[in-house]
Structure formats: structure tokens, C-alpha cells
């Protein structure tokens, strides 16, 4: 995969915030560079969607599951 610097943020930095993302917690403007990035870089958003799908169902299953 070719890193790509759509939005104003790299797809390896996508990967590093990827669960501040998720969770919700990251400030106004990293959200909407990933927001930017996302729609633009098809690679990140299909990655992007997978995790967080991930996430959900992990949550779903309760803490027992990530011993």
C-alpha cells in the first residue's frame, strides 16, 4: 500500500489514532482530518471500517474476551 497523505494526515498516522477515533476522543481538528482522509483514501476506510466493526464486536463480548 502506497502511503498517502490525503486530508493533512498519512495513512500510518490513520493507524495510530485509529481507537481515539473510534472511542470518540480526539479533537475537533484530528477528527476531521480523518474524516478528510477516510473519504478519500480507500485503503484507510476500508481498513478504518473493519477495525472499528472489530472493536464493536469485541465490546459486545464483554472484557472476558481480551484476556
Do not use: W
Amino acid at each position: 500500500m502506497k502511503e498517502r497523505n490525503d486530508g493533512g494526515i498519512k495513512c500510518s498516522e490513520i493507524v495510530e489514532v485509529l481507537d481515539d477515533y473510534a472511542e470518540g476522543i480526539l479533537n475537533a481538528e484530528t477528527t476531521k482530518k480523518i474524516q478528510n482522509h477516510l473519504r478519500s483514501c480507500e485503503n484507510c476506510a476500508n481498513f478504518g471500517a473493519r477495525y472499528v466493526a472489530l472493536l464493536g464486536l469485541l465490546k459486545e463480548q464483554g472484557p472476558h474476551v481480551l484476556i
